[in-house]
């Protein structure tokens, strides 16, 4: 059965990459990224699937939102990053579906 899940929400260190690795009985489907810069300086943000670029680089202005609606399917084991560089604050949320390998 498919389930309604938040895969991260919080905030991010410039620099730091925050990881979140799909369980190895699940399948994750990624439906909804929003990330938003709550400081006062510029920044640049980053989403890997699995170390593939899904945003790569992009400039969110101070006190401005990032919204991203997609429909990525991400497998056991596989990892899911968010980052940003900069002197800004980043919040972020991934959220979509998580159902079991089997289908169940």
Do not use: C, Y
Not at 30 to 36: E, H, M, R, S, Y
Not at 61 to 89: H, I, M, T, W, Y
């Amino acid at each position: 059965m498919a389930m309604p899940k938040t895969f991260w929400r919080g905030q991010a260190s410039s620099g730091t990459w925050v990881t979140a690795v799909v369980p190895g009985d699940k399948l994750w489907v990624i439906t909804n990224i929003a990330l938003t810069n709550t400081g006062s300086s510029d920044i640049t943000a980053f989403v890997h699937l699995d170390g593939t670029p899904l945003v790569s680089g992009l400039l969110i202005k101070p006190q401005k939102l990032f919204a991203l609606d997609v429909k990525q399917p991400l497998e056991a084991g596989k990892n899911l990053r968010v980052a940003f560089q900069g002197s800004g604050v980043m919040a972020g949320h991934v959220a979509g579906v998580e159902m079991n390998v089997d289908g169940s």
